[in-house]
């Protein structure tokens, strides 16, 4: 009898790309927030992988790794579950650190700069700048 053991391979050059979107807690009086939401719901129901970042949780910065106790108040914060508001029809799970490998970040027009550090990064425009 003859075994013949295929080796593992792992193709990460192709991997889709996941969205995480920059979305404050579901509210139905924000024709912005149930859009970046419905926006995940329906690529996670298309097939692809979409996950909301909460507003009020931040990217760690650069300093952090020279700087022990900001490193701790991290790690704190890493382990720690984010709660966020979500629409219970919709299927909109959070976003972890892990997740930002091979993503595109979505952030609303409200939001300035690159506050999560994104090497892909789109703008989300709900509001035409004049109406």
């Known amino acids: 009898m003859h075994i013949t053991i295929k080796p593992l391979r792992f193709n990460l050059g192709k991997r889709k790309k996941s969205y995480i979107i920059f979305a404050s807690d579901f509210d139905e ?7 970046l939401h419905l926006l995940c719901h329906m690529l996670n129901q298309s097939g692809e992988r979409a996950y909301i970042w909460p507003m009020n949780r931040q990217m760690p910065s650069k300093k952090l790794l020279t700087n022990p106790r900001l490193l701790v108040n991290f790690l704190k914060l890493y382990f720690r579950q984010s709660s966020l508001i979500t629409h219970p029809g ?6 972890r650190y892990y997740h930002f490998f091979n ?11 690159n506050p999560l550090h994104s090497k892909n990064r ?7 700048p004049g109406f």
């Open 122 to 128: 789109v703008r989300w425009f709900l509001n035409k």
């Open 29 to 35: 009086k924000s024709g912005g927030v149930i859009a």
């Open 90 to 95: 919709f299927k909109t799970p959070l976003a």
């Open 103 to 113: 993503s595109i970040t979505v952030y609303p027009e409200i939001v300035s700069g």
